[in-house]
C-alpha cells in the first residue's frame, strides 16, 4: 500500500532536504525541514504510531543539522551516518502514513483520499 499523492510529495521534500543537506544555509534548511514536517502532519489525523515516527523524523533531522553544525571538513563519516539514520526516520513515517487519513485540513482543501 503506497501513501497518497500529496503525503508522498511531502515525503520527498524531506528525503531531498536531507540528502542534500550541507553547512550551507544550514538554519534555513533547518527551519524548512521543520515546516515540511509540519505541513505534513497537519494534512492527516494523527494517531500514536504517525506521532510517534513524526517526532522520531524531525529528532533525527534535527540531530544530522547539529552535526553538521560541529562537523569539520573531517566529519563526513559521522554526517554521513546521521544522514543515514534521518532518512531512515523518514522511511518510518512514510510506512506509518500508509494507513493515515485525511484531516479536516486536508478535506477542506480537496485532498480526501
Known amino acids: 500500500m503506497t501513501i497518497p499523492r ?51 523524523a524531525g529528532a533525527a533531522c534535527a540531530a544530522l543539522f547539529d552535526d553538521l553544525e560541529r562537523a569539520g571538513v573531517s566529519g563526513a563519516a559521522c554526517t554521513a551516518a546521521e544522514r543515514q539514520r534521518a532518512l531512515a526516520a523518514i522511511d518510518a513515517l512514510e510506512w506509518e502514513l500508509r494507513a493515515a487519513r485525511p484531516s479536516d485540513e486536508a478535506r477542506a482543501l480537496g485532498l480526501a483520499w
Open 6 to 56: 500529496a503525503l508522498a510529495l511531502y515525503v520527498a521534500l524531506l528525503r531531498a532536504e536531507v540528502a542534500s543537506a550541507s553547512r550551507k544555509r544550514l538554519k534555513v534548511r533547518r527551519a524548512r525541514i521543520a515546516t515540511e514536517l509540519q505541513e505534513l502532519l497537519s494534512l492527516v489525523d494523527v494517531t500514536i504510531a504517525v506521532k510517534r515516527a513524526g517526532d522520531h
